[in-house]
């Protein structure tokens, strides 16, 4: 069982930035793939950046240039640099990670960028 925990959403203005945390129970650097997802109310979860084990990483196009997905100092942790935030990035934000067919997430944490 894999227990993940993000942390770091929050109220910022459109252009602001986030850095968004998600702790894992054990070390990142041993999952194949690691997701950011995110749900807006009515909308359906969808992948924002993933990273591979080899440090490969994919983006949605609509956060290409702004997010940044990475892992951090501990080992443990995974991290989604957020710059230039629109209200549209506005969601629940998961932390995802999976080993074979199971997958695992957080509880989320809220992002909401207003004026």
């Known amino acids: 069982q894999v227990q993940l925990m993000e942390s770091g959403g929050g109220l910022v203005q459109p252009g602001g930035s986030l850095q968004l945390s998600c702790r894992a129970s054990e070390n990142v650097f041993n999952f194949n793939y690691m997701r950011w997802y995110r749900q807006s109310p009515g909308k359906e979860r969808d992948l924002v950046a993933a990273?591979?084990?080899?440090?490969?990483?994919h983006y949605a196009e609509s956060v290409k240039g702004r997010f940044t997905i990475s892992k951090g100092g501990a080992k443990n942790t995974l991290y989604l640099q957020m710059n230039n935030l629109q209200p549209e990035d506005t969601a629940v934000y998961y932390c995802?990670?999976?080993?074979?067919?199971?997958?695992?997430w957080g509880q989320g944490t809220q992002v909401t960028v207003s004026s």
């Open positions: 990273l591979t084990v080899g440090d490969t990483t």
């Open positions: 995802n990670t999976n080993i074979v067919a199971r997958h695992f």
